[in-house]
Structure formats: C-alpha cells, structure tokens
C-alpha cells in the first residue's frame, strides 16, 4: 500500500492519493495479518499529520526506504495486543504519542526519532537494526521490554525508563541522562557495550546481567533487585 498524500484524513477515497490514515484502513480490511505502508518518494522530508487517533490492530510494515526525514505527528497512535509495527530503514520521526501493548521493531539502515509521550505503550520494543533514538524522556513506556540487537544502536536523549533491557548491541547514554531499566520485574542478559556520560540505574525485582564491556562515564545505582 503506497502513501502518497501528505494531508491525512481516515475516510478512504483513494481519488486524490492515499494518506497514511487511509492506507492504515486499508490494511485493517486485508485478513492476511500483515501489510507493508510504503512512504512515496515525493513525501521525503515532509510532515504527515495524523487527523485523528488512529489504532493498529494487525502488523504493519512502513517503509521508508524511497522517503528520508518523514516526521509522523499529531494524535495517538495505538498498537493493539499481538500487532507488529515493524520500520524499516526508519530515517525519520515519531512524534505522535504511541500507545498500546504492541510491538515496535526497527529494521534496517537509517535513524528513527521517537519524540513523542510513549508513557502508554507498554509494548516491547526491538531495535534489530539501525540507530533509534528516544528524545524526551517518555520515548520509551516504562514497562516496555527494550532489547537491542548486535549492530544495532539505542540513543537515550534524557532520562529514560524502561521494563528491562537485554540483546547485544550499543545502547549511549549522554552527559547527565540516567537509563533506568528493570520496572517489569523480569530478569534480562545485556551483553552489549553501554556508553556514554551518563548513568545507569536497576529498579524493580528482576536481575540484570550486564555480560558486555561497558564504557559508560557516569555512575551505577542499584535501588532494588540485582545487577
């Protein structure tokens, strides 16, 4: 499904191109599980306001391989329990607020932004790919299972909470930002490299295992369960 218009609207008329509200409805009436959103060319570099809340209750694949720098914002966005957003070479922004328990997964090359208030996602989110940035300090839900693969990077623009963090990739934590992980009370292996200024902090009653080597400047608290 091709999104070829800037200006969204969620009643489906594809006389005039596809928005991705539009293109999201179309989705929701395949029965196969599972569609790819590919973002035009023409839309590169442009902002794709949401018209309303939009919800997502299937897996869906964006696509932002022909279209760098789209910012998604407006509204929520909410992904329902068992659906998949999966972004592939994600070289853009989230700035409408994600809620929901499902999933977000990053693929690919590329930088994704999440910019928005994400307090109310409670999915988990996969980095397998590329580099994703939370800005804000509520990018990412605080009882999301965050895990980042071997290649793939997570940058925490401020103090950030997540449900656990695990997987073998690089996660950079700037000059006066704390990570915070271990809200879900579940046990998780970090083998990857943890870098930057900043500091790292162990809530909750799960263990962290930290298996990597670690080159993070700032300090290590450790308010409840294990490291």
Do not use: C, R
């Amino acid at each position: 499904i091709y999104v070829t218009n800037a200006t969204d609207t969620a009643t489906i008329d594809v006389s005039n191109g596809v928005s991705l509200s539009e293109a999201i409805a179309i989705a929701a009436l395949d029965a196969t599980g599972s569609q790819t959103i590919v973002i035009a060319p023409s839309l590169a570099g442009q902002t794709l306001t949401l018209a309303g809340n939009v919800a997502i209750n299937e897996s869906l694949t964006p696509d932002l391989s022909a279209a760098n720098d789209v910012e998604l914002a407006g509204s929520t966005l909410t992904l329902g329990g068992g659906a998949t957003l999966t972004v592939v070479n994600g070289a853009g922004t989230i700035a409408t607020a994600l809620a929901g328990s499902g999933a977000l997964v990053t693929v690919g090359l590329g930088d994704l932004w999440l910019m928005g208030s994400n307090g109310s996602h409670s999915g988990s989110v996969s980095v397998n790919a590329g580099t994703l940035h939370a800005i804000g300090g509520s990018a990412l839900g605080d009882t999301s299972a965050v895990s980042v693969q071997g290649g793939a990077t997570l940058v925490v623009g401020g103090n950030e909470t997540t449900g656990s963090l695990a997987g073998a990739g690089s996660v950079l934590v700037p000059l006066a930002a704390v990570l915070t992980t271990g809200s879900a009370n579940t046990s998780t292996t970090f083998s990857g490299s943890i870098i930057g200024a900043g500091g790292l902090s162990k809530v909750g009653t799960g263990t962290l295992t930290l298996a990597g080597s670690n080159g993070y400047d700032g300090s290590t608290q450790i308010a409840t369960g294990s490291l």
